[in-house]
């Protein structure tokens, strides 16, 4: 069990050293870090005080305590990922209105320049 | 009164001339909107002169048929018709899709091939099945019938301009978008129109997609359905 605390807590700070390096070089947008800073940051408090997590999964009714965090992961996963699926909608729909608006502000020059030409005759 | 005829056109290089010369002949403004055409559409349609609306990518039949909503509010047209690239709508058919928009009976009104008993191209077996299925859907979730629910030739007036300009369905639009302003409150009306078999170009509903097309639309029309009193703003 110590052994496995230790691996927890380095592959923590890892992956939150991993994360900090891909905000500051740009690739990674502070908002959305956030939310993974913050997994990371209570996974690793749970992995150095671990008795909260076995008496909630005691008291949750699960048989094993690593039973519980997989539940909770999983859960924290799905929800991260439901995240990202709206994130994608609301950019498509961004998208889309970007490329109507680039072909009506289009549309207005040609049309105006035609007028002008038009009237230049 | 103001009316624009908005075309939209995906890789229509072969039928676009003609398209839009029966638009003219039958004496509309008209709008070609280009969705990213990767043929030579674009290229055809400024050698012709002809008013253009270019999508640099392309958005789906949707998001063509919304710009040139969006066109039309801009311009301050009064009515605008959707009317396919390809050749199978039937221009003479125009001035009674507008009819009951400019008597003030509704505000959507779709050209069904199922109203009249005169024939003209009426889609593969298959196909009326899937709209057998969709006009279900509408019956139960909309409450009205629509005999012909995947028409894509349909005149908004400004109210269903206004809203298909707000929101409109980015793919396979048509049948939702008919719920959708039904569950705003405005007034869908059917006229019987004949439609031409497609001379070139293929639908826009492939084979392959035609089982998740109908599983989408079913699924977008039951959701509006169900979060319909709720929306109502």
């Known amino acids: 069990m110590f052994t496995l605390r230790i691996i927890v807590i380095i592959a923590c700070i890892l992956f939150m050293v991993l994360v900090a390096r ?20 209570i996974t690793l408090l749970a992995a150095i005080f671990p008795e909260p997590v076995y008496m909630l999964a005691g008291v949750l009714g699960f048989n094993t305590p690593s039973n519980f965090v997989f539940f909770v992961a999983l859960f924290f996963l799905l929800a991260i990922c439901l995240s990202l699926s709206a994130v994608v909608s609301r950019q498509s729909k961004y998208i889309n209105n970007l490329v109507q608006n680039i072909a009506l502000l289009e549309k207005k020059l040609q049309d105006q320049n035609r007028n002008s030409d038009t009237s230049d005759q | 009164m103001k009316i624009i005829i908005i075309i939209p056109a995906y890789n229509e290089a072969d039928s676009i001339v003609s398209v839009v010369q029966e638009v003219i002949e039958a004496g509309y403004e008209y709008v070609v909107v280009n969705d990213g055409s990767k043929d030579r559409t674009l290229r055809i349609c400024e050698e012709h002169g002809f008013s253009v609306l270019n999508l640099r990518d392309n958005l789906g039949i949707g998001g063509a048929v919304q710009s040139g909503h969006k066109y039309a509010r801009e311009q301050e047209f009064f009515i605008d018709i959707q009317f396919d690239g390809d050749g199978q709508h039937d221009a003479s058919f125009i001035e009674e899709l507008i009819k009951p928009i400019i008597d003030g009976e509704a505000d959507l009104v779709v050209g069904s091939r199922f109203l009249s008993d005169e024939g003209g191209f009426r889609s593969t077996f298959m196909r009326r099945v899937g709209i057998t299925w969709l006009s279900f859907l509408i019956k139960i979730f909309g409450g009205i019938k629509i005999t012909d629910p995947t028409s894509g030739f349909r005149a908004c007036g400004p109210r269903a301009i206004e809203l298909f300009c707000r929101e409109y369905p980015i793919d396979y639009p048509e049948p939702e978008s008919i719920v959708t302003a039904i569950g705003q409150g405005l007034r869908v009306k059917e006229v019987p129109v004949m ?39």
């Open chain 1, 22 to 41: 891909q905000v500051s070089a740009g690739r990674l947008l502070l908002r959305y870090s956030l939310l993974w800073l913050t997994l990371t940051f």
């Open chain 2, 195 to 233: 439609m031409r078999e497609r001379k070139k170009g293929s639908s826009s509903i492939g084979r392959l997609s035609s089982m998740y097309y109908m599983f989408k639309v079913s699924l977008a029309i039951f959701i509006l359905g169900i979060t319909r009193p709720s929306k109502k703003r």
